[in-house]
């Protein structure tokens, strides 16, 4: 129990901080001098205090859209064992179902995106959707690979295997499966090559496309929720392939080695993300499938490697 | 006299009831007492189909009734599922068609046919012989293919949908007696039980499977004999439609489980490979088809082989599963395709009778003509809404729970047997997981284009709520959504132990109460804690929102829309427009008809007056598989109209040299 709560203290608080994080570094590399890392967090606060707007003719899936979306990546912050595998919640749901929680999260922004009825809308929600659609046959045969030798698709399960057998994480199965979840999770999370997360320049919006009639706490939520969504898959990619850190006791000192781990994980990840981003453009959108396309390939590569190497 | 028994036979007895009442009553009456007789025929044949489950079936033999084999009736376990889902159809479609018949539907013909048609749906997995079975099979066929036509006179588009219907649903009957003929030729015997102790050689059973798979699947919409799907399901009333699309598709499900499964005793190796393939292509064909339409009914025609696909894939991989000695694993894929069948009958009838509440107040099926529905049908707009969550495989849904289930089953038949199953397994649950991906992206086009956002036509502005009984059969459907959603306990013991029964699996597939756990393999999940975590996380949320930043209250404003001026309901993106970009990835599987005409001023080449661009998605199977057959058939019918030129001489002649032959053949012969 208090493993989850520390999950979701670290994940709530510490997003927009790793948000933060990956702008300052940007800033840095592309030489300027940056906001600092507290600035989402200052962004958090000043939206927090301002009204929410109710468009006229939206309806109530427009109202509770941010409250939704905020609520599936809160689940899947207390779901995945990203400081501790000791969790009552362990059997509620598993890697399927933290996938489907996360695309429930976009559906439901994409829904809001078309019941403002405008034309930045629909463009919004019509390409996430797009997206959404072509990752997820990625993401579930990268799955599929993780779980097999395991023998099941329970999140605790695979990391305790990881944990007992190190050397798998060296395996071409692994690897394989690591790339193609990086590009989908890159896809998923709205950032570049894919989306890109500083543009509200119409031919190239996707994620900011959907959320322009937000404003006030209903957009804190949104911008908040978005920064937990990062955060979450750049964890989901750190617990199930550099699971160490993770406590499998429920003593204080394995879950503060815990915290430290998945703090000093997300942290470094986030930083090789944003260096990474300096050099990319991107893509038209258009080109965005193939690159789907080649890490659907490579998680299939993943599945074959597991059944003929084993 | 079982239970079983009485309520099987009450559940006849009052369709044939609604149909004489629907001959006799007066014409402000009949729409009443035809859909009272069907609801409660519907709800005496789930009671039939439960206690069948629970294992009180009956057998039972008229050889007075019909002529040679007489009538063979039994309900065993896999029989009473599917007349229990059956009757749940039935049940919603009957109260839902007491208002919705209001207009134009109210005809004596059109009344009587629909509880007929339901009682053929019913007798058809009671059926317990082959004579028994092509009877109710047929007698379905024909009920429904004459409601298909109920509307005839007010749609050209309902003739030819009809036509399509028609042909290929007797062409499949056609298939099905060829092969259950031949079965019962070399068993020696009509009833099913002597086919079961048969023993066929291997290639005549595979004969035998083929025929009749071909019939079934044509009757379960698989690809690619799926074409007179989306025409006719479309063109039917809409609560006929949701018989035909959550209640009578399932039975070409039960044709292959019962022959394939059950009858042949699982045959040769290579069928379940097939039926699996088959499921893989229909649910991916399917959906892509859903995606890009811009017509609601026939989007939701065409995800209806999305869905048959993906029980096919269940029932391929437990036939594999069994070939291969793991009858435990095979228990579970046949449990998770049963459950997506009652999964989906469930949502569908809830989709497409809100479809059918939608055109009953607009008039239309347009995608591209709708939006704005909330405001005027806030009942129609929810309840279509839980459908679309429902079917759209995400938590918490119904359809996430059976396919949950199927990916499980999947999961745990790696490591392979063999190098085939090893290239298959993988390749269905790609398939798996691109259905679920492109039905989201169906459904969010289907429900946030078609209800929210701004009217995009005078008849989508001045729609109303439908009338009671229409809202009240909905509901009853919505209802039973969010209990398989939440709560798939209260079912899947009963459907495991189903597919325990044909592939011989020993335990229980499931156990558990609130949380689902696979007895055999590793795995569970907790539908109803995710759906109540999800609702704590909302009012968590809302609480800490209005304790962080309460300062100001929530204020209504004009839309901002980037600060441009008003916008008109002709800038919103549509249906198609939504769709345009899954289009342009599928490029090369749909192959899209573009067509641009420019029309130049006259002054000079270089001005243009008038662009008109026209842009169609045919069906790509039916354009390369369809067309040619019927082109052939065609040309030969014109060929044989040469032979007639109205002569009565040249008659003459034929029948002369047509003797002659036959006198010459025999004397030849003998």
């Not at chain 2, 995800?303 to 048959?308: D, G, K, L, V």
């Given at each position: ?80 064992p990203?400081?501790?595998t000791?969790?009552?919640?362990g059997?509620?749901?598993d890697l ?47 799955i599929?690979a993780l779980s097999v030798r395991v023998g099941s698709t329970n999140l605790a399960t695979i990391v305790s295997s990881t944990l007992d057998d190190p050397g798998r994480v060296?395996s071409?199965v692994t690897?394989?499966a ?61 617990t199930l392939f550099v699971p160490w850190?993770i406590?499998t ?57 597991s059944?003929?190497?084993? | ?521 590793a ?148």
């Amino acid at each position: 129990m208090i493993g989850a709560v520390l999950q979701v203290i670290m994940v709530v608080g510490g997003s927009p901080l790793l948000l933060g994080l990956m702008r300052q570094v940007r800033a840095k590399l592309e030489g300027r001098a940056g906001a600092g890392i507290w600035q989402p967090w200052r962004d958090l606060r000043k939206l927090f205090g301002k009204e929410a707007i109710t468009p006229r003719r939206t309806s109530e899936v427009f109202r509770y859209a941010p409250l939704v979306l905020f609520a599936t990546a809160l689940m899947v912050a207390v779901v995945v064992p990203f400081v501790t595998t000791r969790s009552a919640v362990g059997p509620v749901a598993d890697l399927f179902a933290v996938v489907a929680l996360l695309a429930l999260g976009t559906v439901t922004l994409a829904l809001a995106g078309l019941d403002t009825g405008t034309a930045f809308g629909g463009m919004g929600a019509s390409r996430a959707v797009t997206i959404l659609a072509l990752v997820e046959p990625t993401l579930l045969v990268a799955i599929l690979a993780l779980s097999v030798r395991v023998g099941s698709t329970n999140l605790a399960t695979i990391v305790s295997s990881t944990l007992d057998d190190p050397g798998r994480v060296i395996s071409p199965v692994t690897l394989l499966a690591a790339v193609a979840l990086l590009v989908v999770i890159i896809a998923e999370a709205g950032r570049l090559p894919v989306d890109n997360p500083a543009t509200h320049l119409e031919l190239t919006m996707v994620h900011e496309a959907m959320i322009l009639e937000y404003a006030g706490t209903d957009l804190a939520l949104v911008e908040l929720a978005s920064a937990m969504r990062l955060t979450v898959f750049l964890g989901l990619l750190a617990t199930l392939f550099v699971p160490w850190g993770i406590a499998t006791a429920a003593t204080p000192a394995a879950l503060a080695v815990g915290v430290a781990a998945f703090a000093v994980k997300v942290g470094l990840l986030g930083v090789l993300l944003a260096a990474g981003e300096v050099f990319l453009a991107k893509v038209r959108l258009f080109r965005v499938p193939e690159l789907l396309a080649g890490s659907f390939l490579l998680a299939l590569l993943a599945v074959s490697a597991s059944f003929f190497l084993a | 006299m079982t239970v079983t028994m009485v309520a099987f036979g009450l559940a006849l007895g009052l369709c044939l009831a609604a149909v004489l009442a629907a001959a006799v009553s007066p014409p402000e009456r009949r729409s009443l007492v035809v859909g009272v007789g069907t609801a409660g025929s519907g709800v005496a044949a789930v009671v039939a189909g439960v206690a069948a489950m629970a294992g009180s079936g009956f057998s039972l033999v008229l050889p007075w009734v019909l002529p040679l084999a007489g009538v063979r009736l039994a309900l065993d376990p896999l029989g009473g599922l599917f007349v229990a889902v059956v009757g749940g159809v039935a049940a919603v479609a009957g109260v839902y068609g007491i208002g919705y018949s209001g207009h134009g539907l109210n005809g004596r013909a059109v009344q009587a046919l629909l509880p007929g048609f339901v009682a053929a749906m019913l007798l058809v997995p009671a059926a317990d012989g082959v004579g028994t079975f092509l009877v109710c099979w047929e007698l379905m066929a024909v009920t429904s293919l004459l409601l298909v036509l109920a509307e005839h006179r007010r749609r050209s588009e309902v003739g030819e949908a009809g036509l399509w219907y028609g042909v290929m649903t007797h062409l499949g009957f056609v298939a099905i007696l060829v092969g259950l003929l031949t079965f019962a030729a070399h068993a020696g015997s009509d009833s099913f039980a002597a086919l079961r102790s048969a023993h066929l050689a291997p290639a005549l059973a595979s004969v035998v499977f083929v025929a009749t798979l071909v019939g079934f699947a044509a009757k379960a919409g698989i690809a690619p004999l799926h074409a007179w799907l989306p025409r006719a399901h479309p063109e039917a009333p809409s609560h006929v439609s949701a018989l035909m699309s959550a209640g009578m598709v399932n039975l070409g499900v039960y044709g292959i489980v019962r022959v394939g499964a059950d009858l042949l005793g699982g045959g040769s190796r290579w069928w379940w490979p097939l039926v699996l393939l088959l499921g893989a292509v229909s649910a991916v064909y399917g959906i892509l088809q859903a995606a890009i339409s811009s017509d609601l009914k026939r989007l939701l025609g065409y995800s209806t082989t999305e869905n048959m696909g993906l029980v096919l894939i269940g029932v391929g991989a437990a036939g594999m599963f069994a070939a291969d000695g793991n009858r435990a694993l095979a228990g579970l894929a046949l449990a998770a395709a049963l459950l997506h069948v009652v999964n989906h009958a469930a949502f569908k009838t809830l989709l497409f009778t809100a479809a059918g509440s939608v055109l009953h107040a607009t008039g239309t099926r347009d995608l591209d003509a709708l939006g704005g529905l909330r405001p005027g049908m806030p009942v129609t707009t929810a309840l279509f809404g839980m459908g679309a969550l429902a079917a759209s495989a995400l938590p918490p849904g119904a359809a996430f729970v059976s396919e949950w289930l199927l990916l499980q089953s999947l999961v745990h038949g790696l490591p392979p047997s063999g190098v085939g199953t090893a290239i298959l397994l993988p390749l269905a649950v790609a398939a798996i997981a691109l259905t679920a991906g492109l039905s989201v992206a169906t459904f969010v086009k289907a429900f946030g284009v078609g209800f929210l956002a701004k009217p995009r036509s005078e008849a989508a502005a001045r729609a109303t709520e439908s009338p009671r009984t229409m809202l009240a059969g909905m509901g009853l459907a919505g209802l039973v959504c969010v209990l398989l959603a939440v709560a798939p306990m209260v079912v899947l013991p009963g459907v495991g132990a189903v597919a325990g029964g044909v592939t011989g699996a020993a335990d229980p597939v499931v156990r558990g109460a609130i949380t689902l756990e696979l007895s055999t393999v590793a795995g569970s999940l907790s539908p109803l804690l995710l759906a109540l975590a999800l609702l704590a996380g909302v009012v968590a949320a809302a609480g800490a929102v209005r304790a962080v930043g309460a300062r100001h209250a929530r204020r209504t404003a004009r839309l901002w829309d980037c600060g441009g001026g008003p916008l008109t309901a002709r800038m919103e993106y549509t249906a198609t427009s939504f769709a345009e970009p899954l289009q342009r990835v599928f490029d090369n599987v749909l192959e899209p008809e573009d067509d641009v005409d420019v029309t130049h001023a006259r002054e000079s080449a270089y001005l243009v007056e008038s662009v008109e661009y026209r842009r169609r998605v045919p069906d790509r199977i039916e354009r390369r598989l369809y067309r040619p057959v019927v082109a052939v058939v065609a040309a030969w019918g014109r060929a044989g109209r040469l032979l007639a030129t109205g002569s009565v001489h040249r008659y003459l002649g034929y029948g002369f040299y047509a003797v002659t032959g036959v006198l010459i053949l025999l004397a030849v012969t003998r």
